[in-house]
């Protein structure tokens, strides 16, 4: 019988809790499928050499709003998280999108590693000129860190620390390597730091050239603390 068509007694019953957890366990699959996907898709684009890169302005604090906005739903109560708010920047012309996928990507990677403490994320200028600037970020957490000899691995394709972290926290390893490669398109580099049980930041620098447009106000999502 078509669903249009099915007695009135038919009715929608609110969901129990187990069917809650079902679905929220499809809910998380598809999530992570779509991402497994979308970056067989980038380090296919990369090495084949067919990505471009955009050159549209933006405002940079308006940029981290919309990330603050994006990792809400994803926030753990035991962790607090940083975002900064960057005085006196001036409209600035790139890829937004690229640069807000490899700031995801490390707020993603940190999130997953972190159990508790912090996830911070800055940036500062560090060079600027009538024409162009150079920003230098880093997302530092307080997870439990990376030896020093598997540190070469984090940005090799399909790699991850050891076979354990693809059993616990699944992933492809290909993250911090498209995240690399993003970056480096951009004129930058990207390195890290990490202490076992101590933390791992990690560090990026872009080269942006500066807009001859006047920034626009926008809400300011970063005025309340993120983890309200």
Known sequence: ??????????????????????????????????????????????ESGSVALERIDFNLNQLLDEIAAIIRGRMKPEIEYRLPR??????????????????????????????????????????MDKDSLELLFFVRDTGKGIPADKQELVFKSFAQEDSSITRKYGGTGLGLTISQKFVELMGGRMWLESEPGIGTTFYFTVCLERSNQTARQHPDILKQPLNH
């Open 1 to 46: 019988m078509p669903f249009w068509v099915l007695p009135r007694y038919f009715k929608i019953t609110p969901l129990t809790k187990e069917e809650k957890k079902y679905l929220s366990y499809i809910h998380e699959s598809g999530d992570h499928l779509l991402q497994v996907i979308n970056e067989i898709l980038d380090i296919a684009k990369i």
């Open 86 to 127: 960057i005085q006196g920047l001036p409209l600035v012309c790139g890829d937004e999108l690229k640069l807000k996928q490899v700031l995801i990507n490390l707020i993603n990677n940190a999130n997953k590693f972190t159990k508790k403490g912090t996830i911070e994320i800055q940036v500062t200028v560090s060079r």
